[in-house]
């Protein structure tokens, strides 16, 4: 579906500047921005090849089982179905932590891991579980604390403080993830009670 928007949209801007007579200016901006999304992608590279090194210290070191550990208790709370030793609880505190530190990128496999891992626990159901649905709330609305791909982009473009945004991020990602489960839990509620209905 996501395509067809895409496709769609491309056409209607296609069509809009052949009778808008903008067309030379489309292959520009066409042209334009290929460009400067390969040399933004190469200047992605390093910053996050970096904060991934520094994650494999951190594993190696001991510190993120450290993390685990202070977070579990909030975990354990939000995902009650989730048994203590059991392999999704890991994946899925090692996909927060991953998106605690702005990696994105290597928190995706982490949390493909977790959902496959939850699914499981749900007997292999297609439907998902209550789990499943709070872990995409919250992997959604992805607390903060350090924007990395974001502080890469802004580096990239010669931002004069491309850490300024650290503390308002951090404040809207709160936000989001209180907001987030705040409606996961009242939506649990409801169908809950329906059930018992």
């Known amino acids: 579906m996501v395509n067809l928007i895409w496709v769609f949209m491309f056409v209607i801007g296609i069509v809009f500047a052949m009778f808008n007579g903008t067309i030379g200016a489309v292959n520009e901006a066409i042209f334009t921005g290929a460009k400067e999304a390969v040399t933004l992608c190469i200047g992605l590279i390093s910053i996050l090849?970096?904060?991934?090194?520094?994650?494999?210290?951190?594993?190696?070191?001991?510190?993120?089982?450290?993390?685990?550990?202070?977070?579990?208790?909030?975990?354990?709370?939000?995902?009650?179905e989730i048994p203590n030793?059991?392999?999704?609880?890991?994946?899925?505190?090692?996909?927060?932590?991953?998106?605690?530190?702005?990696?994105?990128?290597?928190?995706?496999?982490?949390?493909?891991?977790?959902?496959?891992?939850?699914?499981?626990?749900?007997?292999?159901?297609?439907?998902?579980?209550?789990?499943?649905?709070?872990?995409?709330?919250?992997?959604?609305?992805?607390?903060?604390?350090?924007?990395?791909?974001?502080?890469?982009?802004?580096?990239?473009?010669?931002?004069?403080?491309?850490?300024?945004?650290v503390g308002t991020t951090l404040l809207a990602t709160m936000c989001s993830t209180i907001g987030a489960i705040i409606i996961d839990r009242y939506f649990h509620y409801r169908r809950s009670r329906k059930k018992d209905e």
Do not use: C, Q
């Open 49 to 80: 090849v970096f904060w991934l090194g520094m994650m494999k210290i951190a594993e190696n070191a001991g510190m993120l089982k450290i993390l685990a550990k202070l977070f579990e208790p909030i975990v354990k709370r939000l995902f009650p």
């Open 85 to 165: 030793e059991h392999p999704a609880m890991g994946y899925v505190l090692s996909n927060m932590i991953a998106n605690m530190f702005g990696l994105g990128n290597a928190a995706t496999p982490l949390g493909i891991k977790a959902m496959e891992e939850m699914k499981k626990l749900n007997n292999g159901s297609n439907e998902a579980s209550r789990s499943m649905i709070t872990f995409l709330a919250i992997n959604t609305s992805s607390l903060t604390l350090i924007p990395t791909t974001v502080i890469a982009i802004r580096m990239n473009y010669n931002s004069a403080n491309p850490t300024d945004i």
